[in-house]
T-cell receptor, first 113, second 109 residues
Framework: DVKVTQSSRYLVKRTGEKVFLECVQDMDHENMFWYRQDPGLGLRLIYFSYDVKMKEKGDIPEGYSVSREKKERFSLILESASTNQTSMYLC????????????FGQGTRLTVV | LAKITQPISMDSYEGQEVNITCSHNNIATNDYITWYQQFPSQGPRFIIQGYKTKVTNEVASLFIPADRKSSTLSLPRVSLSDTAVYYCLVGAVARQLTFGSGTQLTVLP
């Protein structure tokens, strides 16, 4: 089974802190994604990476950055956490360039106080 | 981007077949139709994907008419554990998928 592992299930951070959310996948997938999920808004794509050191902005990249130094690991960085970044964050991975099957992690519920 | 319309919620009883219909009027030629399932406090899980006609796997069937402007996810003989949110998405690759609010399916005993 494909496994996408997010480092924390729950996280509480203070406003202004720099926050790192880590995601690791074990299936050698080229593509990795970060989404946030909020009630009534569905999942929204923050950033996408199709290869090591490559990244593309998604629909809501403001206030976030990403890092992909190794193929299996994709990090989401909140440079200066704010309360409106309180959300469920979901990492996913997929293989190839013509494929709509993505594998999701369990999610990290981040609360910024 | 294709505009997706699917029911907000549906109720069913255990053992029944459930059909969830999704409309996507402006689907592009290269787009696939993909369905995901999400349980509370978990990430979405891929169920099935199709381009046209009918696709069946061990979990569900997907019916797509010739004009591809709609699709129907069919879940045979649902159980209580099928209670979840079901998302209909269209896109050619995973990064193009846009998750809307989905359909909350509640299976009653």
């Amino acid at each position: 089974d494909v496994k996408v592992t997010q480092s924390s299930r729950y996280l509480v951070k203070r406003t202004g802190e720099k926050v790192f959310l880590e995601c690791v996948q074990d299936m050698d997938h080229e593509n990795m994604f970060w989404y946030r999920q909020d009630p009534g808004l569905g999942l929204r794509l923050i950033y996408f990476s199709y290869d090591v050191k490559m990244k593309e902005k998604g629909d809501i990249p403001e206030g976030y950055s990403v890092s992909r130094e190794k193929k299996e690991r994709f990090s989401l960085i909140l440079e200066s956490a704010s309360t409106n970044q309180t959300s469920m964050y979901l990492c996913a991975s997929s293989v190839g360039t013509a494929n709509t099957e993505a594998f999701f992690g369990q999610g990290t519920r981040l609360t910024v106080v | 981007l294709a505009k997706i319309t699917q029911p907000i919620s549906m109720d069913s009883y255990e053992g029944q077949e459930v059909n969830i219909t999704c409309s996507h009027n402006n689907i592009a030629t290269n787009d696939y139709i993909t369905w995901y399932q999400q349980f509370p406090s978990q990430g979405p899980r891929f169920i099935i994907q199709g381009y046209k006609t009918k696709v069946t796997n061990e979990v569900a069937s997907l019916f797509i008419p010739a004009d591809r402007k709609s699709s129907t996810l069919s879940l045979p003989r649902v159980s209580l554990s099928d209670t979840a949110v079901y998302y209909c998405l269209v896109g050619a690759v995973a990064r193009q998928l846009t998750f809307g609010s989905g359909t909350q399916l509640t299976v009653l005993p």
